[in-house]
């Protein structure tokens, strides 16, 4: 009996090795690092044609244990995302500037529009994740963060010219702040492994702090990870 017991314990894998860092025992605050991709569209109207694309990091930590009842039983995370690549691909038009003084003008027609490029960061993203089970852990999140591009973004003007869109003053920002809201789900490959999976609702706005803000009133955006658990 004593040996079949130690060939017993010798097969069992210490405890929390099979859990995942939602179920462990001992009252361990995991820490997240991860990588990952997001891309995306404008919903409205007028920016249906604009298309996203970053690539980044995040990392996180939960920063409570478990609470709650049945499916709603959950951790509180806080997190921060830094994408370093931003790209957003939106339609090309040409625009002038012209300026009205003794009588109008403007400059040779320019294009504007395109592809932007920049660095976005969420600083503040605050997740709740649901551990009824083990193997998928879906999560709610809300958060906040900016993105510098290297041109004004987004593109803002004629044709046809228009004396308030189209004077001297009449440009976006190369900053813009983008309120989120979002859900997704881990999915443990292993017990401090898992590929990650999200869909965001963003709003990128300069908050007028350039002369216009047409912004992007609403885009979806979806994101695929793969995370490291310590």
Not at 26 to 39: C, F, K, M
Not at 108 to 134: D, H, K, M, Q
Not at 208 to 219: E, M, T
Request: aromatic share 14%; charged share 10%; with cysteine.
């Amino acid at each position: 009996m004593l040996v079949s017991g130690q060939f017993v314990m010798s097969q069992s894998p210490a405890a929390g090795e099979t859990q995942t860092p939602f179920h462990t025992v001992g009252g361990h605050l995991p820490l997240e690092v991860g990588a990952l991709v997001q891309s995306g569209f404008g919903v409205t109207e007028d920016r249906n044609s604009f298309k996203f694309l970053m690539t980044g990091v995040q990392a996180g930590k939960v920063l409570t244990g478990n609470y709650g009842p049945g499916a709603l039983r959950g951790n509180f995370e806080y997190a921060v995302q830094v994408f370093p690549f931003w790209q957003s691909y939106t339609p090309k038009f040409q625009r002038e500037t012209c300026a009205v003084t003794a009588y109008l003008s403007c400059s040779a027609p320019y294009t504007v529009g395109g592809t932007f490029t920049g660095i976005s960061i969420t600083p503040i993203l605050l997740r709740w994740n649901f551990v009824s089970t083990e193997k998928l852990s879906p999560w709610l999140q809300g958060g906040g963060g900016m993105i510098w591009t290297n041109h004004k973004y987004p593109a803002f003007g004629g044709p046809p010219y228009n004396p308030t869109n189209d004077g001297v003053n009449s440009d976006t920002s190369v900053w813009n702040f983008t309120p989120q809201f979002g859900v997704g789900a881990h999915y443990f490959l292993s017990p401090r492994r898992s590929i990650d999976f999200g869909a965001n609702a963003v709003h990128i706005s300069s908050a007028s702090i350039g002369d216009k803000n047409p912004g992007v009133n609403a885009s979806v955006q979806f994101t695929i990870g793969y995370t490291w658990w310590k």
